[in-house]
């Protein structure tokens, strides 16, 4: 099975902060990465997919980047509602893994 | 919109079977360029996916869960379920369903709100 690792696993940060999280596959995955954003009590919802593609209606302060094993994901403003956890998500062989998740919290 | 809405008991005791369905609003259920798949958030930990299921009834699980799995679709009402069974404690999470796009790629575009389970006598 894949393992995916999230870091940081937390932070903390201020509004207008640009905020950078990585994920690291434990083997090659091409750019079959996604990023979730999860706030408590809501649907998690697809933020980007394909490492790097940016899901409709999303906006353009949110980023992703990479390929092969590590991946960064990117908020270059934080905005008051980016407060959520964020997941990366894998595919490889009809098999999903979510990675641990990261916290952004307000400094 | 689509709109997927998660249903079932909210108390499960051990050792018994969770079993949750999912109500999917017409229009893509039926497409063979969707799958469906049921996720879980566990209390103070992250999301972990539980199993999919195909156009044509193709099922593939959590190999952490794969012996007490089953996910099955009625066409008919617009809905598949989760079984789960037999059940502890730790399987106390809150259960979403969602839908896939097939592509090479494969991630959930669409969740429901989800529904807490708690396992406990």
């Known amino acids: 099975d894949i393992q995916m690792t999230q870091s940081p696993s937390s932070l903390s940060a201020s509004v207008g902060d640009r905020v950078t999280i990585t994920c690291q596959a434990s083997?090659?995955?091409?750019?079959?990465l996604n990023w979730y954003q999860h706030k408590p009590g809501k649907a998690p919802k697809l933020l980007i997919y394909d490492a790097s593609n940016l899901e409709t209606g999303v906006p353009s302060r949110f980023s992703g980047s990479g390929s092969g094993t590590d991946f960064t994901f990117t908020i270059s403003s934080l905005q008051p509602e980016d407060f959520a956890t964020y997941y990366c998500?894998?595919?490889?062989?009809?098999?999903?893994?979510f990675g641990p998740g990261t916290k952004v919290d307000i400094k | 919109q689509l709109h997927l809405q998660e249903s079932g008991p909210g108390l499960v005791k051990p050792s018994e079977t969770l079993s949750l369905i999912c109500t999917v609003s017409a229009g893509s259920f039926s497409s063979s360029s969707y799958y469906w798949g049921w996720i879980r958030h566990l209390p103070g930990k992250g999301l972990e996916w539980i199993g999919n299921i195909y156009y044509g009834g193709s099922t593939y699980y959590n190999p952490s869960l794969q012996s007490r799995v089953t996910i099955s679709v009625d066409t008919s009402k617009n809905q598949f379920s989760l079984k789960l069974t037999p059940v502890t404690a730790a399987d106390t999470a809150v259960y979403y369903c969602?839908?896939?796009?097939?592509?090479?790629?494969?991630?959930?575009?669409?969740w429901g709100q989800g529904t807490l389970v708690t396992v406990s006598s």
């Open positions: 083997l090659d995955i091409g750019i079959f």
């Open positions: 998500q894998q595919y490889h062989n009809l098999l999903f893994t």
């Open positions: 969602a839908r896939g796009v097939v592509r090479a790629n494969y991630y959930f575009d669409y």
